[in-house]
């Protein structure tokens, strides 16, 4: 499976990006799929999770009420609904499948893995 994020750009504290996640060379309909973000001198840190029927979902604290992860199988792609965001939210966000049905938290736990898109969030 070949993933690529798409979506970010720079927008105002407090504005809304949505990001997607298509897959290529095969379906991941039947994989969960996470979201994470590193920023510059940071780990790579887990943002939202769904599992393949998209029936449970999970978020980092920091995004819970501001962030929503959905996908649609059908169209084999998988969203990020970002709201309120804020400078802190500044990274790269990159979108990952698992070798499963569901969403581990765990970094190591995705082998699947797209190019990061930038999301940028000024003051």
């Known amino acids: 499976v070949q993933l690529q994020a798409s979506g970010g750009g720079l927008v105002q504290a407090g504005g809304s990006l949505r990001l997607s996640c298509t897959a290529s060379k095969r379906t991941f309909s039947n994989n969960g799929v996470g979201w994470f973000r590193q920023a510059p001198g940071k780990e790579r840190e887990f943002v939202a999770g769904i599992n393949w029927r998209g029936g449970s979902t999970s978020y980092a604290d920091s995004v819970k009420g501001r962030f929503t992860i959905s996908r649609d199988n059908a169209k084999n792609m998988v969203f990020l609904q970002m709201n309120s965001l804020k400078p802190e939210d500044t990274a790269v966000y990159y979108c990952?499948?698992?070798?499963?049905?569901?969403?581990?938290?765990?970094?190591?736990?995705?082998?699947?893995w797209g190019q990061g898109t930038l999301v940028t969030v000024s003051s």
């Open positions: 990952a499948a698992s070798r499963g049905s569901i969403a581990p938290m765990v970094r190591n736990d995705y082998y699947y």
